[in-house]
């Protein structure tokens, strides 16, 4: 069964600094998402894409964040300047339609030193 | 607005016995209604889903939830637990025209003692 996979599955960054978090979804999917989970809270919605650009984002989605589609298969989440309650684990999904659930990758543990 | 309330975070079952995960949803518009599971260090897998066919949903793993729309509720059922089913469980409702965005209840951390 196709996978939503997700690289790296840990990354460690100083503070400051700048991370991609990178997606690979479900081939022939047309929407994709990303969340984040800080440890012990639920899940948080950040942002959807679909057409080439954002259909809908988060508050906590601000211009410290960015996603891009640099090709047909990756989907990417950037964060600049990171700060401490970055950290998180940070999911990506992906969804063929609109009446389809999303499928999730497996996440990327991300420490903010 | 749509949200989603499980109404315990911790659920203790002995292996065998039935299982019950509370989840209680507020939507303006009818929605569509999600179980995932979440095992240590793993991503959300589908368990179920609603999306305004039969109220009584059939999902993996011998999970069903029933849709209850007089009591706003989507609460899922085994009928005999099984030491994998030790995880986290999270309910969620999502409407298509809200860009299909996910709202996840906090979870429901579910221990299946032998």
């Known amino acids: 069964e196709p996978e939503v996979t997700q690289t790296p599955s840990h990354q460690v960054t100083q503070m400051g600094q700048e991370v991609i978090l990178r997606c690979v979804p479900i081939?022939?999917?047309?929407?994709f998402y990303w969340y984040r989970q800080i440890l012990g809270q639920k899940v948080e919605f950040l942002v959807s894409?679909?057409?080439?650009?954002?259909?809908?984002k988060s508050e906590i989605f601000d211009d410290q964040f960015s996603v891009e589609r640099p090709d047909g298969s990756n989907f990417t989440l950037k964060i600049r300047s990171t700060k401490l309650e970055d950290s998180a684990m940070y999911f990506c999904?992906?969804?063929?339609?609109?009446?389809?659930?999303?499928?999730f990758g497996d996440g990327t543990r991300l420490s903010i030193l | 607005a749509q949200s989603v309330t499980q109404l315990d975070s911790h659920v203790s079952v002995s292996e065998g016995t039935p299982v019950l995960l509370r989840c209680n949803y507020s939507?303006?518009?009818?929605?569509?209604l999600f179980w995932y599971v979440q095992h240590p260090n793993k991503g959300l897998q589908l368990l179920l889903k609603?999306?305004?066919?039969?109220?009584l949903v059939k999902g993996i793993n011998g999970f069903e939830a029933e849709f209850k729309k007089s009591e706003t509720s989507f609460h899922l059922t085994k009928p005999s637990a099984h030491m994998s089913d030790a995880a986290e469980y999270f309910c969620?409702?999502?409407?298509?025209?809200?860009?299909?965005?996910?709202?996840f209840g906090t979870g429901t951390s579910l221990t299946v003692i032998p």
């Open positions: 999904a992906s969804m063929g339609s609109g009446d389809q659930p999303q499928h």
């Open positions: 081939s022939n999917h047309l929407y």
């Open positions: 894409f679909y057409n080439n650009e954002i259909s809908e």
């Open positions: 939507s303006s518009y009818s929605p569509s």
């Open positions: 609603y999306t305004s066919a039969a109220t």
């Open positions: 969620v409702v999502s409407r298509w025209n809200t860009g299909n965005q996910f709202y």
